[in-house]
């Protein structure tokens, strides 16, 4: 196994949702909130307007703005990194100009959706936001929303440029993990961007993950990465069971429909998702908080 390289972010960084009040605007006061409270329990930054915090429905007016605020929130409690990246280069990089201004500690940018570019197109997007500013990029890797895998010699690739210094791996796919975890040798930090792999992509050589699930389990979270990275594999695993349930019913609509159905009935309203997500049934709301109980109680 290559070696580990450090956590760029910390070992936890929570996807965070985006409120919104009665109107369907941003309610930047619950999310100033959020922000807080997550990095008050367990967590070591917030990812802001990635896929849980519904990207696609916010104009540039609302990221920024969001941006701004988490910077405000997590002054000298932890990090936050801009969901910056869209389908659209020149977008993606004024995006990452912007978090820069307003003061983020790096940019997560997603492989371009929609359009299917080759291989070489996603070389050239990702190193024309990394060029854009001195910001520390976090490249965002998920085939089952973006449409294409980025290989692991385009990945190779990128992890030669000196600001792309991490990875969101959402491919959910343990061999290609593998063959990446190599291709790269150490050259940027693995986090899993799926909850459910967690641990299996710890045993690899990530450094940790990218979280929804730590919105309403980010203690139980970072003790399970605690204890598999202080060698108590046992405790590790008996952690990742426990949270087994919750991570199932989070993903039984699409994200973030079930989070935020459990945010509101366990921790304050954040609101409904914007069109064309809607709010998520009772049964999964039922499982959610079922699941929520057997990690608290264990």
Known sequence: MNATPTPPFGSVLTAILT??????AVDYEVFWRLVRHLLENGSDGVVVAG???EAPTLSKVEKVALFKTAVEAAAGKGLVVAGTGTYDTAESVEMTQRAAEAGCDGAMAVTPYYSKPPQEGIFQHFSAIADATDLPILVYNIPGRTARLIDTDTMARLADHPRIVAIKDATEDLEYAERQFESIDGQAAVYSGADGFTLDLLRLGSVGVVSVASHLVGNEIRAMIEAFVSGDEAEAQRLDAAMEDV???LF???????LKAAMTSLWGDVGDP???LVPASGQT???IEVGVRKVVGS
């Open 51 to 53: 896929t849980t915090g």
């Open 19 to 24: 409120p919104f009040d009665k109107t369907g």
């Open 274 to 276: 914007r069109l064309p």
């Open 285 to 287: 709301l039922h499982k």
């Open 247 to 249: 991570v199932a019913a």
């Open 252 to 258: 039984l609509e699409p994200n973030p429909m079930g």
